[in-house]
């Protein structure tokens, strides 16, 4: 079973409220509480969940690039510049290439938009 913000906050001894302010990166929680905060997250695994987030957030922090296959050679590079800025603000983006059925490739390229959302599973 994937481990809960309420294992963290059992493990290391401190509020739900505490961790969740230690993943959230707030100001106010003192270096020793940090510090053990994230001990207890690194030892049972812990990952936000990105579903709850977005649902919270109104944002799910993901950027699909669909590149065209007839695009000119330079496409590519624009994307992969793209996906580069995107993640230097913390975003996660997904760059898909179009097959021949471009219906399919953005069909796909929302499944796994969908499926990282919905299991919190890191980019890649």
Do not use: C, W
């Amino acid at each position: 079973m994937r481990p809960r913000l309420v294992d963290v906050a059992s493990l290391a001894g401190v509020s739900m409220k505490t961790v969740s302010n230690v993943v959230n990166g707030a100001p106010h929680v003192s270096d020793a509480v940090r510090q053990r905060v994230q001990a207890a997250i690194d030892e049972l695994g812990y990952r936000p969940n990105e579903a709850a987030r977005s649902l919270k957030t109104g944002s799910s922090g993901i950027v699909g690039v669909l590149v065209p296959q007839s695009a000119h050679p330079s496409a590519r590079a624009v994307a992969e510049a793209i996906a580069a800025e995107g993640e230097r603000r913390g975003l996660r983006v997904v760059l898909v290439s179009e097959t021949a059925d471009p219906v399919r490739a953005a069909r796909e390229a929302f499944e796994l938009l969908e499926s990282r959302l919905s299991t919190g599973l890191p980019p890649g």
